[in-house]
Nanobody
Framework: QVQVAESGGGLVQPGGSLELSCEASGGIFSNAFMAWYRQAPGKERELVASITTFGITYYASSVKGRFTISNDKVRNTVFLLMNSLKPEDTATYYC?????????WGQGTQVTVSS
């Protein structure tokens, strides 16, 4: 059974940085899709960034140049380094893993950008 465990998040001032991590377990992960989504109050969940096992990445236009997604294939962990954070980045961030058709969501971690 695939499971994910998120960590990171918290309160940061505008212009600051945070790093989120998500460790997956219980699967094969030889050809997996791992991503970070976020959902702000009153808004729909949106894809922030994604990465495949082979290192192919995608970024939403709103975070391109500020966020970096990476993975550690040995630890089956995906990271999201968030720089130059803005108040509009405030949201609950969710890890998502698709391991050859087995899809799992994390419970979410709160990121608040405020002075």
């Amino acid at each position: 059974q695939v499971q994910v465990a998120e960590s990171g998040g918290g309160l940061v001032q505008p212009g600051g940085s945070l790093e989120l991590s998500c460790e997956a377990s219980g699967g094969i992960f030889s050809n997996a899709f791992m991503a970070w989504y976020r959902q702000a109050p009153g808004k729909e969940r949106e894809l922030v960034a994604s990465i495949t096992t082979f290192g192919i990445t995608y970024y939403a236009s709103s975070v391109k140049g500020r966020f970096t997604i990476s993975n550690d294939k040995v630890r089956n962990t995906v990271f999201l380094l968030m720089n130059s954070l803005k108040p509009e980045d405030t949201a609950t961030y969710y890890c998502y893993v698709d391991d050859q058709g087995t899809r799992v969501w994390g419970q979410g971690t709160q990121v608040t950008v405020s002075s």
